[in-house]
């Protein structure tokens, strides 16, 4: 049996970090909205006389950084799945998993979450193990804040670490153009420099956004965007800022860092407007993608 899955990239629209929590992770607010740009993963499941999994990557020379092993958040997912499924089993399988890597590294876009997210999701089907979607997140905060939200896709208010989950109305089919720089920056690192600006630095308001989205105000909806995080990573890698401003010049509605960087993202109304600014956007020492919002 085979399967086909796509994992969709992330974008935060809104980032707030709260602060620390006793057990080492940080509280947040954020909505984050899923994009076209995705990783494709092809699923085969046999039978076999114990569970096995292997993990291959068609591209894997492009991403050197990433390891393909028991450590790839692509195995947890599926040993995880394999285990929690249990007896519900009629059999033990052989999980073969190829992923063509298109989201970028340590960008911020949510990539290895969303290839575990995926593989919860496509594993599901094809095992036929009848998971609930809120079950499949509960599975997912178990290998990473941003897996849940992965797996729910769209358009979601996201707190506590990420896991607590309420879906909003999509801000439309709105245009990115996504640049990254060669500098790609630890989650844990970031998370560990912001604590330093949490009582210096203004928060963005995600209620802010929460409100302008269900009053469908565009406006209001794009002076809400914020992310926190920006003021730590741009003393790591001031080429954000740089790459920020460039796509400010090339009319973007706003320009913002994602997730815990280093990739940034500017906004643009309409297909024909992004696509003049990718074809004129010509950064040193960054990767630029063209991409839309996923509506479903």
Known sequence: ???????????????????????????????????????????????????????????????????????????????????????????????????????????????????????LKGLNELLSCGFSTGELCDLGARLGADVPFCIFGKTALCEGIGEKLTPLPSPGKLYCVILKPEVSLSTKEMYRLTDNYLDSQPHPDASLMKDALLAEDHAAFISSCGNFMEHAAIEICPAI????????????????????????????????????????????????????????
């Not at 292997?54 to 995880?80: I, P, Q």
């Not at 059999?91 to 949510?110: E, F, L, Q, S």
């Not at 010049?249 to 997730?259: D, W, Y």
């Open 1 to 119: 049996m085979t399967k086909s899955v796509c994992a969709y990239a992330k974008l935060n629209l809104i980032l707030d970090v709260i602060g620390k929590r006793p057990d080492g992770y940080h509280d947040i607010s954020s909505v984050m909205q899923s994009i076209e740009l995705h990783d494709e993963i092809e699923l085969s499941v046999s039978p076999s006389d114990e569970n096995e999994i292997k993990v291959s990557c068609l591209n894997a020379g492009d991403f050197s950084s990433v390891k393909w092993d028991e450590t790839n958040l692509v195995y947890k997912a599926a040993e995880l799945l394999l285990t929690t499924a249990g007896s519900h089993l009629s059999h033990p399988v052989c999980v073969d998993i190829t992923v063509r890597k298109n989201i970028p590294a340590g960008a911020g876009m949510g990539g290895g979450s969303s290839d575990a997210a995926a593989v």
């Open 241 to 296: 800022s740089d790459l920020k401003h460039m796509l400010s010049k090339a009319g973007s509605e706003l320009s913002l860092m994602t997730g815990s960087g280093s990739a940034v993202f500017g906004l643009f109304p309409d297909l024909e407007s992004a696509k003049k600014a990718f074809e004129e956007l010509d950064p040193p020492k960054a990767e630029k993608f063209i991409s839309s919002f996923y509506v479903g």
